[in-house]
């Protein structure tokens, strides 16, 4: 089972990957963590290595060869950006989140523990880079929503409900899976 968790930044990717990784009992893999990992190993913020990222595309090719390496091992949760885009031809179950921009900004500067206008300026910085760099490596845009199975504003409802929601779609298509393997059986 290969599940992808995308979505904007702060509609709680990495928070759902995890619980339903945890709920599912299969592994949870972060993208935002390899490319986090990679700014951290560079001594930079992440919109600067955003910024190299866009004239480098060996950046996000490294992001996207680990991305690719932990699906190929199979029964993974893996949120990022661009994972429903890598993984479309590998996953069994695209998630898409989303939320309006004002919660999505309250949590980001909660969570990086900075005031709403820096958590503005940074994501707005970081989105727009992004949005050029997707279009300019891979050819869509990341707004595209057309190869998700499931889309989810996680603005609705608690975390606990969420959650439940994509558990809840993540067994179905685990059962129709096992559906599908019982039935091609000779």
């Known amino acids: ?22 709920a599912l009992r299969i592994r949870h893999v972060s993208a935002g963590a390899v490319f986090r990992r990679i700014a951290k190993e ?9 910024e190299k990222a866009l004239e480098d595309p060996s950046i996000d090719k490294l992001v ?3 991305t690719i390496a932990e699906a190929d091992k ?11 885009w890598i993984l479309k031809d590998r996953s069994d179950l695209r998630i898409y989140l989303t939320a309006p921009e004002d919660i999505r900004l309250e949590r980001i500067a909660k969570r990086d523990k900075v005031g ?3 958590a503005r300026a940074q994501t707005e910085q970081r989105e727009s880079v992004q ?46 899976k096992k559906s599908q393997r019982k039935s091609t059986k000779p």
């Open 64 to 66: 996207d060869q680990r």
């Open 131 to 176: 949005r050029e760099r997707y279009l300019r490596h891979y050819g869509f845009q990341v707004e595209d929503r057309s190869i998700y199975h499931l889309i989810l504003d996680t603005s609705l409802g608690s975390i606990e409900d969420t959650a439940k929601v994509l558990v809840s779609a993540a067994a179905m298509v685990r059962r129709a």
């Open 116 to 118: 709403l206008r820096e």
């Open 42 to 50: 560079k001594k930079i913020s992440l919109e600067e290595l955003g």
């Open 1 to 22: 089972m290969i599940i992808t968790v995308s979505g904007p930044h702060g509609t709680g990717k990495s928070t759902y990957a995890a619980q339903l990784a945890d």
């Open 74 to 84: 199979g029964n993974v949760v893996i949120d990022g950006q661009l994972a429903g």
